[in-house]
């Protein structure tokens, strides 16, 4: 008889974590293998080329392309500052003088008389990509970064937004059941909070408002989530969004509570530099927001009897969580698992589950939409 396994959210004490830590283009590696670094550290930078702008200068100057060389104040390669003269006319008399300006600080890179254009370029924008988190360099990419490695403590969670942040875990919750008051968030400027089952948009916004790194919670409602960053967000990638703090959910969506293992992990973390990120995709490819609390200058092979659970067998009776819509989020029990493929919504034909929602009816779910829950 075939057996269905199907993938779950790491959620362990102790693992070996490996970063991969690149530049979006070639540039230059800092470390070598090796090396101890901090999250905080430069692994790697690069210098991207500023943005260039077209100035159609000699129609500004009222004058022949080819006759615009012969107006130059600045020469190609000079540098130049925002507003800063480029070329200007004589005028009649001394008056009437037209004239060209930067609209930005740059160089001055190339003046056609052909085209009648100048271009001025941008300074270079440095791009830097830091180990986030403490640990060990074991390989070098070449012109791109880095890899590093550790041991520690993982918890991913199903949905985030926002990037990476790294601060200090504080929990402001008494336990996983347990929302989170707006009144109990001070004094937590940069820290990573754990907030129990989850917050409304009071306590999110009073998080936020005290300069708080990241904020981990069961769940939220998505008109939370939708007034948080401001507009409607899909599932399929996140960890872009301009908000000014990181915000994980290890649950879903609703009003869930955090699985206790979650919460006594976290909690016995408490106090400890944690990295984390809310970058998410759901689909091909997939990444899970994710809490890494390395362990204090260990880095290496996992240890002899570490217990790490990525996964296992679906069978009727385990709890899953369904990870597609349009019940994203929601935990249920597999009630059944028919044997014959079934005919869903895309016209596909694959294997399904039947499953117990926890707050609803039986519902048909496609097996690749689900995950276990560790009990």
Request: include cysteine; proline fraction near 5%.
């Amino acid at each position: 008889m075939a057996v269905a396994y199907t993938p779950g959210l790491r959620v362990t004490a102790d693992t070996v974590v490996r970063q991969r830590r690149r530049l979006p283009t070639r540039g230059e590696v800092l470390v070598k293998v090796g090396d101890t670094v901090g999250a905080d550290d430069i692994v790697a930078r690069a210098e991207m080329p500023g943005n260039l702008h077209s100035l159609r200068a000699a129609e500004l100057l009222r004058v022949e392309p080819q006759e615009l060389p012969s107006h130059l104040i600045k020469q190609p390669g000079d540098a130049v500052q925002a507003g800063e003269l480029i070329a200007q006319t004589r005028g009649l008399w001394g008056l009437f003088k037209s004239e060209v300006r930067s609209p930005v600080a740059g160089t001055l890179e190339e003046v056609s008389g052909t085209s009648g254009r100048a271009r001025v370029r941008e300074h270079p924008r440095r791009i830097e990509v830091s180990a986030h988190i403490e640990g060990r360099v074991v390989e070098i990419i070449e012109g791109e970064g880095a890899v590093i490695e550790a041991r520690g403590a993982v918890v991913q969670g199903i949905f985030g937004v926002g990037g990476e942040r790294l601060g200090p875990l504080r929990l402001i919750a008494g336990g996983p059941d347990e929302m989170i008051r707006a009144d109990a968030i001070r004094d937590c400027e940069g820290c990573v909070l754990v907030g129990g089952a989850g917050a409304d948009g009071k306590g999110i916004g009073a998080a936020a408002e005290a300069g708080a790194a990241a904020l981990v919670v069961g769940a939220i409602r998505d008109r939370v989530l939708r007034e948080y960053v401001g507009y409607d967000i899909g599932v399929a990638i996140t960890g872009q969004e301009d908000v000014p703090m990181t915000l994980i959910l290890t649950e879903g969506f609703g009003e869930l509570p955090m699985a206790r293992r979650t919460w006594e992990l976290l909690e016995s973390l408490a106090g400890q530099l944690a990295s984390v990120n809310g970058a998410t995709q759901i689909r091909a490819g997939v990444i899970r927001p994710e809490i890494i609390v390395p362990r204090a200058g260990a880095a290496g092979s996992q240890a002899e009897g570490e217990r790490e659970w990525a996964g296992g067998e679906l069978k009727a009776g385990a709890r899953v969580r369904i990870i597609r819509e349009p019940h994203f989020g929601a935990l249920g029990k597999v009630t059944a698992l028919p044997p014959e493929l079934t005919d869903i919504e895309t016209e596909s034909r694959v294997r399904v589950a039947m499953v117990e929602l926890a707050a609803g009816p039986e519902v048909r779910v496609p097996r690749a939409n689900l995950e276990l829950i560790r009990e």
